[in-house]
């Protein structure tokens, strides 16, 4: 885990600053650029130093305090709370089982003194010379009626089943004993007038230290007793006990939810990596770190500083490895940077593989172009401000995307600019566009993410994703329209149009809740075909041409319910490819 870890650090850092693959240099020199196993392991030792801390408080150290102290007074609370409950509930239980004991001895009583009195014993007069309470005793009787054929009893677990005899013995009566006994000891009943039998020694089962006879008996003759484990009865239920519990059970229940509300806010947090040494690591031999080669000292690309380049000894060497990358006599950093802005803007890169500078990357299409971008954006103190205004001012982001027949025959590609490619919209900003379109965008800044960016007005940068898998509702739209998976680097979108993702514009509840209200903003215009020119305009920026408007009014004068009928026209032109369209 922890050489993937490394690799995907060094994999990361080298093809978003430099536009390399230093990681296929992990377990051999790379194969085409010129990088070294040494040079992986050089970076590598840098990441080595630096610990995660995926939790690192950002308040003061007084609100820091203030609450942890909050949460452990409420831990104290709960604690108390959970001891006391634990302690009744206890002691319930040893009261129910006692009870019980009682209940159980008199039930198998009360069927000896009838079978020696020919079935006519009385039960209630029983219990009444027995002081026990003959409802409760009817209970029992029924429970344990034909108990093996009833299937589970969480009170009850069988002690004897019926088995054949392999070994004999003779058991004298006072061998045997009679107990009832509370919570933690097993409740026996074992007949006291025993005749000399033949019974079978139990060694797993045991009374007040006493070995346990099985007489050699059928079910009818034998009533036996099951050990009481837990039960149905509802100990520790408020409902079940005195007036004094429910009173102190709520006073503690009400302190603990006091304490919790009175906890103070928790500082923000943030993802951050701390310091963790400042040693050199051992080349590892076809990259298994366990085989270890020769040290390495820390430092920079050879390839980019030169074989003297100084060795990093300032803690982890994140901070000179950063001096190092920026530095002006660095190559490469400054023309990534600018070849990704302007695949932001034009769609496509000045250097087709933006991640990738080395010998299996494209040849760029502009190298003067690249290497002025580049200088200009260092000499004005690597400002991305100016540079994204530099290019959005230039007369090649202003063309129009109009097709020129001629043009288009001698450079298809437009590898050279005479048009603005057509682009489709990303997944966000498509997102965005429609919320803008129906007047329901929130754009207010900051604030927490949500794992269902569907269900709200907020813009689809507050979306929250997983790294793990589609584990939220955003994740399974974005991905949808091609959001990247965030588990490894992507260095440019793949542009993709499938069949789900006109099923979505036609049935998903976003879709049609986005139509209703764009259709409800222009209900105050009455006359059809100016409502149809204004959709067109804040859709397209552009009047209905064609057989545009024909087309709409005929749609919208069939049907039977106004409202209806224009959420699904409205719903119709947002879902066309031209609003996903950049002209």
Request: glycine share 6%; charged share 30%; net charge positive.
């Amino acid at each position: 885990a922890k050489a993937e870890t490394l690799s995907d650090r060094v994999d990361t850092f080298s093809r978003a600053f430099l536009g390399l693959t230093a990681a296929c240099a992990r377990c051999h020199d790379h194969k085409f650029d010129p990088i070294s196993i040494k040079d992986y392991y050089s970076l590598a030792g840098i990441f080595n130093n630096s610990r995660l801390n995926l939790n690192h408080p950002l308040g003061t150290k007084e609100e820091i305090d203030a609450h942890n102290q909050g949460n452990a007074a409420v831990k104290k609370k709960q604690d108390e709370l959970n001891a006391w409950s634990a302690e009744v509930r206890e002691d319930g239980m040893r009261a129910y089982m006692r009870a019980s004991a009682d209940h159980l001895l008199a039930l198998y009583h009360y069927h000896r003194q009838r079978k020696e009195e020919g079935g006519i014993a009385d039960r209630n007069q029983y219990a009444k010379e027995n002081g026990i309470d003959p409802k409760r005793l009817d209970q029992w009787e029924r429970t344990l009626k034909d108990v093996r054929n009833k299937g589970k009893f969480p009170l009850l677990a069988v002690w004897f089943e019926k088995s054949p005899l392999d070994e004999k013995t003779e058991a004298k009566e006072e061998e045997l004993a009679e107990s009832a006994r509370a919570l933690g000891d097993r409740v026996v009943a074992i007949l006291d007038d025993l005749d000399e039998k033949d019974v079978k020694w139990r060694e797993d089962r045991k009374a007040q230290g006493k070995k346990l006879a099985r007489p050699k008996a059928s079910k009818d003759d034998l009533t036996f007793l099951n050990h009481l484990r837990s039960g149905p009865c509802k100990i520790g239920n408020p409902d079940e006990l005195g007036e004094e519990f429910k009173q102190r059970h709520k006073a503690m229940r009400d302190a603990v939810a006091l304490a919790r509300k009175e906890v103070p806010p928790k500082p923000p947090s943030a993802h951050v990596l701390n310091e963790g040494g400042s040693s050199d690591m051992n080349v590892a031999l076809r990259g298994d770190l366990a085989k270890k080669g020769e040290v390495v000292p820390r430092r920079f690309l050879r390839v980019l500083a030169g074989d003297d380049s100084p060795i990093f000894k300032e803690g982890s060497g994140r901070r000179q490895l950063a001096a190092a990358v920026t530095d002006s006599t660095n190559p490469l950093t400054a023309r990534v940077i600018v070849n990704r802005v302007w695949q932001w803007h034009f769609g496509k890169a000045l250097v087709g593989t933006p991640s990738n500078f080395g010998i299996l990357g494209e040849k760029p299409s502009h190298p003067k172009l690249l290497d002025w971008l580049a200088s200009t954006f260092v000499e004005e103190g690597w400002s991305l401000k100016k540079l994204h205004r530099k290019i959005l001012l230039s007369a090649a982001w202003r063309m129009s995307s109009a097709h020129d027949e001629a043009k288009f025959a001698k450079d298809g590609d437009n590898r050279f600019l005479w048009r603005m490619n057509p682009r489709k919209l990303d997944a966000e900003n498509w997102r965005d566009s429609l919320l803008v379109a129906s007047g329901e965008l929130d754009p207010a800044i900051g604030g927490a993410p949500t794992t269902n960016i569907l269900g709200s007005p907020r813009r689809t940068l507050y979306s929250k994703i997983s790294r793990s898998g589609d584990r939220f509702d955003s994740d399974a739209f974005l991905r949808l329209f091609g959001f990247p998976a965030p588990q490894s680097t992507s260095a440019k979108r793949a542009v993709a149009t499938v069949p789900q993702q006109y099923l979505f514009m036609m049935n998903s509840p976003f879709m049609q809740k986005r139509a209703q209200a764009l259709a409800q903003s222009l209900q105050e215009e009455k006359d059809p075909g100016e409502r149809i020119r204004r959709l067109y305009q804040r859709l397209y920026s552009r009047s209905p041409i064609g057989g545009e408007m024909e087309v709409g009014l005929a749609f919208v004068e069939d049907g039977e319910d106004p409202n209806r009928v224009w959420a699904q026209y409205a719903q119709v032109l947002l879902s066309s490819h031209e609003f996903m369209q950049i002209q």
